[in-house]
């Protein structure tokens, strides 16, 4: 059928401009994902330091250089702006070795200047989490001669204590609406998932099995909560749950310990750190220990991201 020139050019010019836009999405997306940067902690010059590395595992830049023998900087968290890193350090300690009792709560700029150190106290202070609006951090800490979980303000100050069981309360994960925190509690025997509001009120248990449930993360859209498990077989698996604890689904099955799962911002992808490729004659403390791995968020697609000798761990995208 015969159609005049005009209509031609209209039309290969809308086939252009299509293709062109879809490119352009396509290049923001990789664009979006390569900013995307994730921080790490690794035991790369023997001692445990922060890192950071791009989403594909490339352009990995050292950022902390912890001063003194047998200091230690680990447990990279990033603020919601993505501008700044709450990590643990015992940096200012005295003991010779990386003692317990010296973990505390330091924040840096996301180019690792700017170093301040956030609680100061005799009993370990770790696991920092940002609430989703960069205000404040919810921490664990020893304090009370117990494991508790505490929030405090960005600044380190206006400390408050959350939970006040004489089991072991750890863990603590904002929710992306920043009114509840998941944490990992002892208070019912064996180690399982549980919510409270952010106030510590209104404790609800998501997990109930016999087995270790632990490293959990929120999905950006607070519909699901990947965490990891210990099954019965010894080893550690990766599972996704729906925001209440219901709807159970294992991710990884690679019979080794698969743990620390984060979501990537944009929910498609999820982190974590293995020991998948640790050969059966080889143990822990051979040397080839975790490396960091990423999949889609169904557990397919599989790929490592970090190839050392070394431990390689606690990823946070």
């Not at 550690?236 to 749950?241: L, N, P, Q």
Request: net charge negative.
């Amino acid at each position: 059928m015969y159609k005049p020139k005009g209509i031609v050019f209209l039309i290969l010019l809308v086939n252009l401009v299509v293709i062109t836009l879809q490119c352009s999405i396509q290049h923001i997306g990789k664009s979006e994902l390569r900013q995307w940067k994730i921080a790490f902690d690794s035991e790369g010059d023997t001692k445990r330091e922060i890192y950071v590395m791009d989403a594909d595992g490339s352009n990995v830049q050292r950022l902390t250089y912890t001063p003194g023998e047998n200091k230690h900087s680990w447990t990279p968290r990033w603020s919601p702006d993505r501008k700044k890193i709450v990590f643990v350090s015992n940096r200012d300690g005295r003991a010779a070795k990386r003692a317990s009792e010296e973990y505390e709560i330091y924040v840096m700029d996301a180019d690792s200047s700017n170093v301040q150190r956030l609680t100061i106290n005799d009993v370990p202070d770790s696991e920092p989490a940002w609430s989703p609006d960069g205000e404040r951090i919810a921490f664990v800490s020893k304090r009370q001669d117990n494991t508790d979980i505490y929030v405090m303000n960005a600044d380190g100050s206006n400390v408050q204590r959350l939970t006040y069981h004489e089991a072991i309360d750890a863990g603590p994960r904002w929710s992306p609406d920043g009114e509840r925190l998941a944490f990992l509690s002892t208070r019912d025997g064996n180690a399982e998932i549980y919510l409270m509001n952010v106030d510590g009120s209104n404790v609800q248990r998501l997990t109930d099995n016999t087995l270790t449930d632990a490293g959990y993360h929120w999905s950006p859209d607070a519909r699901r909560i990947a965490f990891d498990r210990k099954l019965r077989e010894g080893h550690w698996e990766i599972f996704v749950m729906d925001a209440n604890g219901s709807n159970v689904q294992q991710l990884t099955a690679f019979g080794k310990v698969s743990t620390r799962p984060r979501w990537s911002p944009d929910g498609k992808k999820i982190v974590f750190h293995s020991t998948m490729d640790l050969q059966a004659n080889e143990s822990q403390e051979q040397g080839n220990e975790f490396e960091i791995y990423v999949m889609d968020a169904d557990g397919s697609n599989v790929k490592r991201l970090t190839f050392n000798n070394v431990q390689d761990g606690h990823p946070d995208w």
